[in-house]
Structure formats: structure tokens, C-alpha cells
DNA sequence: CCAATGCGGTGCAAAAAATGCACCGCCCGG
DNA sequence: CCGGGCGGTGCATTTTTTGCACCGCATTGG
């Protein structure tokens, strides 16, 4: 929307934290996109931009217009996507942040699912920790989080919640197979390969270790469950996962069992919004549909 | 705000139902409007006026557009306050729809309080009857409403209420001045003048009439309550108000009684304004002032 | 049945606005 | 103390918007 444009300069601006940085990504000279904001600002009543040394920062009224700015965008977007709707279209964009453990089964099959509906529909998906995904929604950024044991703030709305046992991932020939359910001693005085610190299913080893005077000594710490999943193939160690990101493989090689309901909190995985926020139609379908199947899980 | 320019031009066309009367509203040539609204229903994407014989009208699609731009505007100047605040100017705009019964007391007592405080903030004071007040409300118009017996639609949100039995206003020397309360019944074997039935005051008193199988038959129907008060004075007959609108008069010569409250139910008089919105800090504050000042009548 | 009227829409030239370029003064770091 | 990067500004140029004249069309009223 081309009457949006100024608040766009600003938000590079703001982004960029210089004017004349901000001008190169959107393509316009400097004194251009300064006369923009400086007459933007004029006419809104208040600078919107600390000018410092080496740049420009927003001010708290700056931060206000860009939050305004957002909640507009987002808005716009949603009235477009229920005209598309009058007209039959069922356009739209769905935009949505997730923990690591939704990406090789759950969401594939769920955004196959709604696209087969919907072909006009598309999709990004953001692989973000817990605490980013909340800023995401926060920003307008994402319309969706879907994400293991988030923080929880006060601008984050949750729309589904299902349990999600941490469970250990281990070759098919690992001593510990043997055993239906582990103890979280038996996994801590093995050589195991954990998530880093910022993930869900970290926080709650290291809370669960940290109450039995133990500690999570891993032997590899990576962002990446993918890496988890395979390393354990190579070395008898043990990773850790929930459920929604596992499938037992076809040839057997993979073994899942669960840790002790007395010794590791069983987690949550949640679905939330924006608080408040009216989400755009398909956005909202979209939401509805991940509830139902979670629930179905 | 000039980068909702294209908005404003699309308001007027939908309210004079033709681009060449609402290019003269907005002092410029058809052409340009035209050109203007043709531009941004391509880049929207979608029309928003039907093109009918001897004008345009708003199609859905238009509908929520400026629906869309209303809270928009709402939600920038709501921005502008808070901006306002943050540098201490304290400015804005008030608008308030109400009933007549606030018109010569407690609104004017109010705003002059709030004046003393905040000089800088304007109001717009508009008289409207339960039902249009609502209206006013959902279309942005209005912050505010304080009004007696409102039809509760979906988009009214409740701030306050406090309740207000009919009271009979009439000349001291009247006969049914010697009951300290009265029954309805008293009221329509009088000669009465009473309130035009989009009131609430009406609906109350038609309502309890038809109950009893009486007949509200009033010598004088009006719109204003002001009308009736003075009315009394001329002639031996009574009128009908809410107490919030009555003050006894220095000389004694008008007399308040209620009506029993077996024949009437006692109304409520509301403080409300639209759903889910939220409102321009002086707004705000304005409705956390009239809610205490209801409170401690 | 046909002119008159009023409507939305369009081509084109004029007016207005936004932009790019060159340059200023300023402040910080070396 | 000076060089580089910053925000800001004057001016010519480009792009966008506007006004004017006019078209085709539908309704209306004689």
C-alpha cells in the first residue's frame, strides 16, 4: 500500500539506525528519505527520531508511530483477506513461528493440508526460540507461534495447549533401550547431546538436573534438533526431543522413550497469538485447523 | 494526517453518493477524485463502490475498507496522545454522544472540571437518542456515550452504570404534589406531557403502560426534555425525567416525585463506549472521571 | 422518441510534489 | 587537527497529481 510508504522509511530507518543506511535499503537517496521523516514529523506534532552522533535511534513517540504502523499494516491485511473472501478469492499470506520440533512432520503435513484447500495461500514459517517467538507476534512479524514451553508475556494469547513429554532419542542398540521408561539419572549419567539453553526442552532438563543437585553435561550443545536426531545414529549417545518432532523410522534404527513423569515436568506445546489482536481470516482458518489437529494428536 | 487522503476521499464519496458531489466537498475536480479512488481500488485490489445510475455506493468490500481507515484514525490519534502526554502538552479531542438529561447539569459541571485541568482539550458534546448514540459509537464519531436505557447492541461496551428512577416533574401547587411517591396509574389519569417514544424515558413508561393495558397519552409529545420542564410551569399538567436532569429551583415553583417502583422499573442510565476499543488518553480519562462522578451522586 | 441532464471515465497539458545531486556544518576517532 | 560519516539544505530534474475539456452512457421529462 503505497500510502504506507513513509511509515516504511521509518521503520528502515529505525531499523538501520541511520538515515542514510536506511535510504540505501530502500533504494531512495538520503536527503529524499530525510525530508521525508523530517516532514512527517512535522506534521505529526513530535520528532520521532533521537538524532545522535552516528545516526539516528526512535524516541518513545517513535516507538509509538511504529507500533501504530504495524497494528495498520496488519489491519489492512486482514480486511484484504476477508474481501478476498466476498469475492470467493481466499488469498492471503500466513506467517508463523515455531519451535524446531514442528518442522520435519507436524507442519509440513498441516501446511499440505491447508494449501490442498487453499492453493492461493501462502505460507513463511520462522524457526524461532521461545523467546523470540513472542517478540515476533509482538513486532506483527509472525501471526503465529507454535512453540514449546514459551515464556510466557503478557502480549502472548494462547489459542491450544497439548502435553508434550520430553522424550530421549537413542540408536536401537543403546543400553538404555531396554528400558520402557528412563529415569532422568540414567539419561544425565549417559554421554547425551542437548539443545542449547534457549530451548524449551533445555529449560526444563536443566531445572529438572539443577533440583537433583545434577547438572546437563552434554558432550555436543547445538541450536539444531536435525543434528540431534542424526548424531545419535553415528555414536551411542542419547538426544533429546518431544514427540511431535519424532517418528519412529521405518528400518528401526531409532528408539524414543520417556523420561519419568516423577523426575522432568511434562511440558507444553502452544499455539498463541497477539493478545488481541484480530487475526486475518486465513491466518485465523489456519489457527483453527492446528488446534483441531493437535487436539487429534 | 495528509497520507490518508485517498481514505477521506473514499468517506466522502460514500456519503455524498456520487464522486462529483463529493469532489466538491473536498474542493477538488471529479476528475482527480476519480482518478484517486480508480487507483487505490486496483492496488487494493478489489472495488469499493458499485457503480450505479446517478452515483456510487459503498459495495461490502468499501464497506470494510472504511471501517478499516475509521479505526485507524481512531488508533493514530489515540498515538497522538499518548505522544502528547509523553512530552507533557496534554492536548486532544473529546467527543461524547449523550442523552438531554445530561445537557444542563452534569455534563456542563464536568467538562468544566476537566477544562480546569486540562485547558488544552476540546469536546464535542452531540445529542443523540439510545439508539444513535450506539451508531455513533461503531462508526467512530464518538468516543463516548452516556446514555438512559440504551438498546444494548454487540458493540457496546459498558464503563459504568448507575440506575435512574422516572421521575414526575411538575408545578409546586399541583394536586399529586401532596403523595411523597406515585403510582403510574396517578400519572395517566393526569394530563401529561411526555418525551417521543426513541427515548428511554418513553420506552420505560410505554413499556409499564402497556403492562397495566393503559395507554401513554400525553397532550404534548417532544423531543426535549427541556420543553417539558418548562411546559409545567404553564400549565397543571406533569412531564417525566431522570433525576441527573432535574434540580429543584431556587424559588420552589417545580417539584420532583418518583414513580412507584411496582409500576416502573428503574432505568439505568450507561456510560459506555464501542467494543474492543481503545481510546485516546484524554478520552480515557474523561470516562474515568464521569465514572467516579456517577458514582458519588 | 428525443433532447437535456447528470453521471463515471479519459487524454492532455499545467501545476505540484518528490527526488537526486552537490554541498554545508557538525561531531567523533585517530 | 583532520578525515570520514552523519543529518540537513538549495536547486534543478523527474515523477505524480491535478484541472480542464470532452466522451459515452443511462435516466428523465416533455
Known amino acids: 500500500m503505497k500510502h504506507l510508504q513513509t511509515f516504511r522509511l521509518i521503520e528502515a530507518a529505525a531499523r538501520a539506525g541511520s538515515m542514510r543506511r536506511a535510504a540505501e535499503d530502500m533504494n531512495i537517496t538520503a536527503s529524499a528519505l530525510n525530508r521525508r521523516i ?8 513530535a520528532a520521532l527520531f533521537e538524532r545522535i552522533p552516528g545516526g539516528v535511534r526512535l524516541n518513545p513517540a517513535g516507538e509509538l508511530v511504529l507500533h501504530h504502523y504495524r497494528g495498520t499494516l496488519s489491519d489492512l491485511s486482514r480486511v484484504q483477506g476477508q474481501v478476498a473472501d466476498l469475492s470467493g478469492e481466499r488469498r492471503g499470506h500466513i506467517s508463523i513461528a515455531c519451535s524446531q520440533a514442528l518442522l520435519p512432520y507436524f507442519l509440513p503435513r498441516e501446511i ?10 501462502t505460507f513463511s514459517v520462522n524457526v524461532r526460540d521461545r523467546s523470540q517467538a513472542e517478540q ?15 515464556i510466557y508475556l503478557v502480549d502472548f494469547e494462547v489459542l491450544h495447549v497439548i502435553p508434550q513429554p520430553v522424550n530421549v532419542v537413542m540408536r536401537a542398540d543403546h543400553p538404555l533401550a531396554r528400558k520402557a521408561e528412563l529415569r532422568l539419572r540414567d539419561c544425565l549419567d549417559t554421554p547425551h547431546v542437548a539443545p542449547s539453553v534457549q530451548y524449551g526442552v533445555r529449560h526444563l532438563l536443566d ?17 539444531s534438533f536435525d543434528l540431534i536426531r542424526h548424531y545419535v545414529l553415528h555414536e551411542g549417545v542419547i538426544g533429546f526431543q518431544i514427540p511431535i518432532g519424532l517418528k519412529r523410522p521405518d528400518d528401526g534404527s531409532l528408539l524414543f522413550r520417556p523420561i519419568s513423569e516423577r523426575d522432568l515436568p511434562t511440558g507444553n506445546l502452544i499455539l498463541g497469538q497477539m ?4 487475526l486475518p481470516v486465513s491466518s485465523a482458518r489456519f ?3 492446528l488446534a483441531a489437529a493437535l487436539r487429534d494428536i
Open 207 to 223: 531445572f529438572a538436573a539443577r533440583r537433583g543437585t545434577r547438572r546437563v553435561a552434554p558432550v555436543i550443545e547445538t541450536e
Open 38 to 45: 523530517n516532514r512527517f514529523e512535522e506534521e505529526f506534532g
Open 136 to 150: 515476533e507476534l509482538a513486532s506483527y512479524s509472525s501471526d503465529l507461534a507454535l512453540v514449546f514451553e514459551p
Open 112 to 121: 499440505a493440508r491447508y494449501r490442498a484447500e487453499h492453493p492461493g495461500v
Open 287 to 289: 489457527a483453527m485447523q
Open 275 to 278: 493478545r488481541g489482536r484480530t
